[in-house]
């Protein structure tokens, strides 16, 4: 019953690099969120998708990019690092309109 | 705009007191959850408050949804040590068909002996 796993949980980027950050769910849900969590505030949403093949821009869309090309994954792209993407990454599932939703552990990544 | 605001942000307060922390959002929805975070951790879902008037008791913990007003609680009654955490307010909203959820700025709870 893994829920929602993230890969990496950590890890640490020159600036310019670029990486793609994980995340599979096994619930069968029809929705998928990332968000990211800067030090000392609150979860900000960077896309979501509401099926595979179908996503969307949250409140911080900016240097990232997103696919959903099956139900399971829903990976992050970083293109060009930078010092302000330094974060914690989550990633969460959802049903539409169900009562919850599921996080996984979070990716702590530095850009330096 | 999309907006949760939750007050305090930073709540220092003595172990047996009893306190409140306060959720507002800026547009009508009906589904509030609480959750916990720990340093480091992920998010512990801790209450899902799904109607007008919704009450959940946990503990020492008890949550509130008044969806006319916007505005969820979170009450600590005779605080423990073991309860400091950042607590964090989120709302679903349905925009577009789309439901997103949106959560508030976190309030960091520190309870001292």
């Known amino acids: 019953n893994a829920g929602v796993t993230q890969t990496p949980k950590f890890r640490i980027l020159k600036i310019g690099q670029s990486m793609t950050l994980q995340c599979t769910q096994d619930?069968?849900?029809?929705?998928m969120y990332w968000y990211r969590q800067d030090p000392g505030m609150g979860l900000k949403l960077i896309y979501y998708?509401?099926?595979?093949?179908?996503?969307d821009k949250g409140e911080v869309p900016n240097g990232y990019n997103v696919s959903r090309s099956t139900t399971e994954d829903f990976p992050l792209r970083l293109e060009l690092a930078a010092p302000s993407q330094t974060s914690v990454y989550f990633c969460?599932?959802?049903?539409?309109?169900?009562?919850?939703?599921?996080f996984g552990s979070g990716t702590r990544l530095t850009v330096v | 705009e999309l907006k949760v605001e939750q007050n305090p942000l930073f709540l220092s307060m003595q172990e047996g007191k009893n306190y409140t922390i306060y959720c507002n959002y800026s547009?009508?929805?009906?589904?509030l959850y609480w959750y916990r975070q720990d340093p480091g951790k992920s998010l512990e879902s801790l209450f899902v408050?799904?109607?007008?008037?919704a009450v959940k008791q946990e503990g020492r913990l008890m949550a509130s949804l008044d969806t006319k007003a916007r505005l969820s609680t979170l009450h600590i009654t005779a605080a423990v040590h073991d309860l400091s955490a950042t607590y964090f307010c989120?709302?679903?909203?349905?925009?577009?068909?789309?439901?997103?959820?949106?959560f508030g700025q976190g309030t960091r709870l520190t309870i001292n002996p």
């Open positions: 969460a599932s959802s049903f539409f309109g169900s009562r919850g939703y599921t």
């Open positions: 998708s509401v099926g595979a093949g179908i996503t």
């Open positions: 989120a709302v679903d909203f349905i925009i577009q068909g789309a439901q997103k959820l949106v």
């Open positions: 547009t009508t929805s009906d589904r």
């Open positions: 619930m069968n849900h029809n929705y």
């Open positions: 408050l799904l109607s007008n008037g």
